[in-house]
């Protein structure tokens, strides 16, 4: 009888999932608890793809023999709950397509830093001529990239600690951990060991043969080694120690990993936080069989995503910098501690229970001014009202762009890097950064803004 599979939630990934589900011969039911995109429903229907919208029917979910979650549905969901209570697997569309793949994979998780470290590796790898494809987190799903014949020799994914908590048998080559901090405890019943141990599941399946990249002075990772047990060959890196080291940084100026030697000058993003990102791209490209020499070219041309450091333009000597992406503090922190020259901060939105004060060190002499963006921003205030000493306010994009202006002078950086989710004022974490953008365009222009 043919097998019954049920795609819970009906974004990207679940209907990446819907159609290699389909292509590969099973019955195939689509289940959205919101309403589905028109033009996904399209999809679906000429893919004769059943479906539904507005709610989970307990009849047509629970008859399946698989379920495949969206990342974003809590495992704590009632018709998840149910299923698991009835023995019915869930999985993520990651495990699933990774059963349909003739590919090796290039795995790269963290609290931050994975995705500028995913594009990074792509990049690096597609440079070298490499036969790559991109997936995950970034771009189009893995799933729906092989459902249209789009197989590669190396896939590098960009993985959340939702999508590692579906895997089963997903193994990648070389898998690489950023960093770990406090983030999502909602869905990890608020300890911080649960979230921790779903970081380091990444490399449960992984055997000696394979390669295991860790940012070693990171104390939660390190943590997490201590809880779990690694099989892979582990590389390490490091922006302070030589000793042990696969990648270090000698000096400030030079990175050195294993025998190559790279200046940070040729790097083409910003930041010791990119440090270390470029030091876990290049071990995986080095690991994949990359050459020096081509690396040394295309980590030059590297142009990183949207929203994540993004240069928007200059404005009587006022630079305009997005960093929209930086929806936590340590993200922030990385953000703010790139920069010498003085700043002028917008920060704010929905707070995760943030605790400011590990930013005071950084803002101390370099952060001139605060406009809070949000709808509350009680909490911005206390925190930095003794450390900052111009603190503006608004709900509004357009006023914030031109208080920071106001605020600035010639040689001055406008940081939008929010430390906060988006959701009190903007659609997302894209929608914010690309009001900021339109703002800043708006004011270069010359427009009332």
């Keep these: 009888m043919q097998q019954r599979i049920v795609i819970v939630g009906a974004g990207e990934s679940g209907m990446g999932a819907a159609m290699l589900a389909k292509q590969q011969g099973y019955a195939v039911w689509v289940s959205d608890g919101g309403f589905i995109r028109a033009d996904r429903k399209e999809q ?9 919208e507005g709610g989970h029917s307990a009849e047509h979910v629970l008859a399946a023999d698989l379920i495949i979650k969206s990342p974003g549905i809590s495992p704590q969901a009632e018709i998840i709950q149910a299923a698991i209570a009835k023995g019915i697997a869930v999985i993520d569309e990651l495990e699933f397509a990774s059963r349909f793949t003739q590919g090796k994979v290039i795995a790269i998780t963290g609290t931050n830093g994975k995705t500028t470290t995913t594009l990074l590796t792509y990049h690096l790898l597609k440079e070298a001529g490499i036969d790559v494809g991109l997936a995950g987190n970034v771009g189009q799903s893995w799933a729906g990239q092989l459902a249209e014949g789009k197989d590669h020799a190396w896939w590098v994914l960009e993985t959340s600690s939702f999508q590692i908590d579906g895997f089963v048998t997903f193994k990648p080559s070389v898998a690489v951990l ?3 901090t406090p983030d999502h405890l909602d869905r990890y019943a608020y300890e ?6 779903s970081k380091m599941s990444l490399f449960a399946r992984m055997q000696a043969s394979d390669t295991a990249i860790i940012y070693a002075a990171d104390a939660l990772t390190q943590r997490g080694f201590s ?4 099989n892979a060959s582990v590389r390490k890196v490091s922006l302070d120690s030589k000793e042990g080291m696969d990648a270090y940084l000698e000096g400030d100026d030079t990175i050195q990993i ?7 000058a040729e790097l083409s993003i910003q930041g010791k936080h990119n440090v270390l990102n470029a030091m876990m791209a290049l071990l995986a490209a080095k690991a994949v ?4 020499v081509s690396t040394r070219k295309s980590i030059q041309t590297f142009q990183n995503a949207a929203h994540r450091m993004e240069p928007i333009g200059s404005i009587n000597g006022v630079t305009f910098i997005n960093d929209s992406k930086g929806t936590n503090v340590d993200a922030t922190a990385y953000a703010l501690d790139s920069f010498k020259s003085p700043l002028v901060w917008i920060a704010g939105g929905v707070d995760k229970g943030n605790d400011y004060s590990v930013l005071y060190p950084i803002i101390e002499g370099k952060v001139k001014a605060l406009v809070c963006l949000g709808k509350d921003n009680s909490k911005l205030k206390k925190a930095f009202g003794a450390h900052i000493s111009q603190i503006q306010e608004t709900e509004d994009m357009c006023e914030a762009v031109k208080l920071s202006m106001e605020l600035a002078v010639a040689g001055d950086i ?3 890097s929010p430390a906060c989710a988006s959701f009190d004022l903007f659609k997302n974490y894209e929608d914010r950064g690309n009001q ?3 703002s800043v365009l708006a004011l270069e222009r010359g427009m009332v803004v």
């Design 258 to 264: 294993q025998n190559w030697s790279i200046s940070v």
């Design 436 to 438: 900021f953008r339109e």
């Design 178 to 180: 950023t960093n770990i």
């Design 227 to 230: 809880l779990s047990q690694v």
């Design 414 to 416: 406008v940081l939008l």
């Design 44 to 52: 679906l229907n000429h893919a004769s793809i059943a479906f539904e």
């Design 192 to 197: 911080i060991d649960n979230y921790i141990q």
């Design 289 to 292: 069989g990359v050459s020096e």
